[in-house]
């Protein structure tokens, strides 16, 4: 997106709208039959004229802005027009949740589990090599989800927070959610990369038995670059029909 603002501003900058227009040979006459006062005169031309101006810079910036808006989209959609976006992955139902930075995955496991996922699109990104003299363009992107694995009636929810890299999950941190008014201070248990070795195995085997694997990564990071193609055309048609209204 910044890429459109630093576009917009330069042309809006380089437009030539020059402020200076002469009043005294401005077509539009104010016709005052019975107040002879020069004074009064002098200020309703300069109020009149100061409108027309202002109102002839704000229609030049607008169509400016949409000249430039329309371009960009139509060249995303020429380049590379996202996809339709896919509905299932395994045996999760998908959620594109439209207009969010979120996505959601649930499934059913077994009699009792209740499964949801809700994934961010990317939210930061690490250097794909440790060289000094490597691409600074050349990073490897990061998405955040959450697994929330709760069971019918105990009213107790398993959250596990993970990283998604390009090909593999990393989880973070998990612990037993008693409420949804858990208090902000509850204690949430160590990082789990301090955990036993074996332990820590252990939690990614269960992930892994409940569809939550290296897969899901790779499903993710194709899922949110669509995405992200399709919320950036959103977004600008959203700021395209908001200048449109008259």
Known sequence: MSRLVRCLRRRVISTNLSPSFSYRNNPRRICVQQIQNPCFLSTSKFLSSGSYVSEMRKSAFEGNILRLIRSEIQSELDHS???????????????ERPGELWVSLRRKYGDKEDIKIEATMF?????????INSD???????????????????????????????????????????SSKNSPNAYVGPEFEEMEDELQDSVYQFLEERG???????????????????????????????????
């Open 81 to 95: 027009p996202p996809l339709q976006p896919e509905e299932r992955f395994g045996p999760f139902t998908v959620d």
């Open 123 to 131: 939210d930061g990104s690490v250097p794909s090599s440790k060289s």
């Open 136 to 178: 600074p363009e050349d990073v490897q992107l990061h998405i955040t989800f959450v697994v929330n694995i709760s069971k019918d009636g105990d009213g107790q929810t398993l959250e596990i927070m993970c990283s998604a890299w390009p090909d593999t999950i990393q989880i973070s941190k998990f612990f037993v959610r008693k």
């Open 212 to 246: 939550i694997s290296d897969d899901l990564a790779v499903f993710l990071h194709q899922y949110m670059k669509n995405k992200d193609k399709a919320e950036y055309i959103r977004w600008m048609e959203t700021v395209k029909s908001y200048v449109e209204q008259k």
